[in-house]
């Protein structure tokens, strides 16, 4: 264990845990769009900056991938940390303005007149989808491509991956609402992906619950009861509730 001060609370945490895990068991927040509790920290928004004093020196770091250090002194919201994620929004803004989450953050900081302007991209580059579908997921359907500024997240060669098994984990943790997921008529689409997969039926209900290839992905790496497969989780929670009714009655 180590002893560290955030915002003037000295606490005790394992070493080498980040500074945003910490401050989060603290109750204070600091601001990220690329950071997941479940995922690799990859500490590319820089929106969790924070200033870190160390022997007596004071830097800018991310929060996300800073590790807890013996007798470091954090400042979550120092004049210095607020004027660089000034920075950081208007540098967002510059890119992707419409996105209503980079917006809700520039009103909280009082950004009004981006001095970058304001561009119409919808993707950020935070690469939590990438990072979801290779960590979590394995699937890795998705990855960057390119550099510079035509740097991009997308399929290989931008066409269908047959890796894609539709389970829309990228879709949820899209901070920006960049990767649109629609199931229409028994398909799941992707419209990002260039992606459509058929969706299963329930064999109770006849409801679609879930694309074909994310249940028989699973399928292939778990060993489950079949009636998981067959059956969407409404009626599978209904039977188990009857079942354990019916056990009441015996
Ligand atoms: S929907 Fe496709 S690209 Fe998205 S996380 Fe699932 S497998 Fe990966």
């Known amino acids: 264990m180590v002893s560290l001060t955030i915002d ?11 500074l945003i895990k910490i401050a989060e068991k603290l109750g204070i927040r600091i601001p990220t769009l690329c950071y997941h509790p ?10 969790c900056t924070v200033e870190v004093v160390k022997k007596g020196r004071a830097r800018l770091v991310t929060a996300c991938n800073y590790p807890a ?16 994620r000034k920075l950081i929004i208007e540098l967002l803004l510059s890119r992707c303005s419409k996105a209503k989450v980079i917006q809700e953050l520039a009103e909280e900081y009082g950004v009004k007149e981006p001095r970058f302007g304001e561009g119409d991209e919808d993707c950020i580059l935070c ?38 098994i539709g389970c829309g984990a990228c879709a949820y ?26 969706l299963q039926r329930c ?19 778990l060993n489950l009861p079949e009636e998981i497969f067959q059956n969407c989780p409404n009626c599978r929670r209904k039977s188990y509730a009857e079942q354990v009714a019916a056990l009441g009655h015996i």
Not at 38 to 47: K, M, V
Not at 69 to 84: C, D, L, N, P, W
């Open 173 to 198: 943790l899209c901070p920006t609402d960049a990767i649109k997921l629609e199931d229409i008529k028994g398909t799941r689409k992707i419209e990002r992906w260039d992606t459509s997969r058929p």
């Open 127 to 164: 690469g939590l989808c990438v990072r979801v579908c290779s960590e979590i997921v394995g699937a890795n359907a998705i990855s960057f491509t390119s550099r510079g500024i035509d740097r991009e997240v997308s399929t290989p060669f931008h066409i269908a991956s047959e890796e894609c």
């Open 69 to 84: 250090e013996e007798g470091i002194v954090v400042h979550t919201k120092s004049e210095r940390v607020i004027k660089a």
């Open 38 to 47: 479940a995922l690799e920290p990859y500490g590319t928004c820089r929106l």
């Open 8 to 18: 003037g609370n000295v606490v005790q945490a394992e070493e080498r845990t980040p």
């Open 203 to 221: 064999s109770i209900c006849g409801n679609y619950f879930a694309p074909v290839a994310q249940l028989e992905y699973i399928k292939n790496r």
